[in-house]
């Protein structure tokens, strides 16, 4: 049971701390960096950020290991 508290704990560091950076603008990067597409047209707009989203994929990565090798040892 102390291991679900702790990962509890975590998660809503995580959150408070996700929300601190996006409202002090740290992660007005996403969907602005090479690679991502965006086209506009008359009546549509289209928006793939893939290489926002392989970034994200591998800051999760790394924390949800780092996390792992915590509870683990």
Do not use: H, K, Y
Not at 21 to 36: I, K, Q, V
Not at 37 to 44: A, F, Q, T
Not at 55 to 69: D, E, M, Y
Request: aromatic content about 8%.
């Amino acid at each position: 049971m102390r291991q679900v508290s702790n990962l509890l704990i975590l998660g809503g560091v995580v959150a408070i701390l996700a929300g601190l950076a996006a409202r002090f603008g740290l992660l007005s990067w996403f969907g602005n960096l090479p690679g991502d597409i965006r086209r506009v047209g008359e009546r549509s707009v289209v928006f793939i950020p893939l290489t926002s989203m392989l970034v994200v994929s591998l800051l999760l990565t790394i924390a949800v290991n780092l996390v792992g090798r915590f509870f683990r040892g």
